[in-house]
């Protein structure tokens, strides 16, 4: 079985669309239009406007090159190489040479027709906006990636409050029978949700919102965290009384992994254990005091945990003000 995209779906529709009204102007070349619109079928809306454009003006500057080398040198196939051993350097510095290959089926359309005149190059130009056209009018519209992101966020979440049950459970009880799933199945949710929350950014021309995008980057801050603070918890082979206070601590935190956390309550939590901690009987043997030495640097580790969370919900606060005061500045 093989699954037909949205990518591929477009370009079937909008390949025919072009050449259709290219045929209905009686346009020559009029099935070139069919080329510029499968190639300027993209993705996401900002690369289809990207695509668009680079086309665009390099197509712009091969007609104007190639009228005067060709009206110069004449119609002879060494014009041909000469045309691009220019056009190429300068689309490459003005970086639009991504319309190199569109740019060159209008060449060859020079060298077909032996003769520049200003009909010809209405014509040129009309295929150019044609093919163009058909390809930005399909590319407006993009299916909502939002339900998905959303799964994938859900899904997340919930394996980490799964990871964050072993961690309670190993200190209360000492025993840990976890087969560790989630780890690799959180660390590929993230990277796909990631891909995913970018294409959603991509899709956004007018607003610079990135709330999936930087919510998956602080999830992965954190994942990180979670996978260098799992050995040094299992390590931990000796029961002290503060093994149930920090699964405590980790319960209240598995307990509100939630993206509207701002993650203060939980920092101040932990600097109220650290404190705790900290008045305790010092420790009576060896064992204990690498146990308490380990536990203390687990919740270092979490610290960080709590601050990137912290830093996130100051980031997605401060991009919708900026976009509040922008909307502002539009209506006045």
Not at 95 to 115: D, M, P, Q
Not at 150 to 167: D, V
Request: charged share 20%; glycine share 4%; hydrophobic share 45%.
């Amino acid at each position: 079985m093989f699954r037909i995209g949205y990518r591929t779906l477009k370009t079937a529709v909008a390949t025919p669309i072009a050449i259709s009204i290219a045929q209905f102007f009686h346009l020559h070349n009029f099935l070139s239009a069919g080329i510029i619109a499968i190639l300027c079928i993209q993705n996401t809306k900002k690369k289809s406007l990207s695509a668009a454009w680079s086309r665009f003006v390099a197509c712009m500057l091969n007609m104007m090159i190639s009228s005067i080398l060709f009206t110069v040198f004449g119609y002879h196939s060494f014009v041909i190489g000469l045309v691009l051993f220019l056009f190429i350097p300068i689309t490459v510095m003005l970086k639009v040479n991504e319309g190199i290959v569109t740019s060159s089926v209008i060449l060859l359309h020079f060298y077909a027709n032996g003769h520049v005149t200003w009909s010809f190059l209405f014509n040129e130009f009309l295929i150019i906006m044609i093919g163009i056209g058909a390809a930005l009018i399909m590319n407006l519209y993009m299916p909502s990636l939002d339900q998905t992101l959303i799964n994938y966020q859900q899904q997340i979440e919930a394996n980490f409050r799964i990871i964050f049950e072993e961690m309670i459970q190993y200190l209360r009880m000492d025993k840990m029978t976890w087969e560790g799933k989630e780890i690799t199945e959180t660390a590929s949710l993230l990277e796909e949700g990631r891909k995913l929350a970018f294409r959603d950014v991509e899709n956004r021309i007018t607003t610079r919102d990135s709330f999936y995008y930087e919510y998956f980057k602080m999830r992965e801050q954190q994942f990180e965290i979670i996978e260098r603070c799992l050995p040094t918890l299992t390590s931990i082979s000796t029961m002290v009384s503060q093994r149930n206070l920090v699964a405590d601590f980790i319960e209240e935190v598995k307990n509100n992994i939630k993206p509207e956390n701002t993650a203060q309550n939980r920092l101040d939590s932990l600097y109220r254990l650290q404190e705790e901690m900290k008045t305790m009987a010092l420790p009576k043997d060896r064992e204990e005091f690498e146990a308490r030495a380990a536990l203390y640097h687990f919740l270092q580790e979490m610290e960080q945990y709590l601050l990137i969370k912290s830093e996130f919900k100051d980031t997605v606060n401060g991009n919708k003000n900026e976009e509040q005061t922008s909307r502002k500045r539009e209506t006045r």
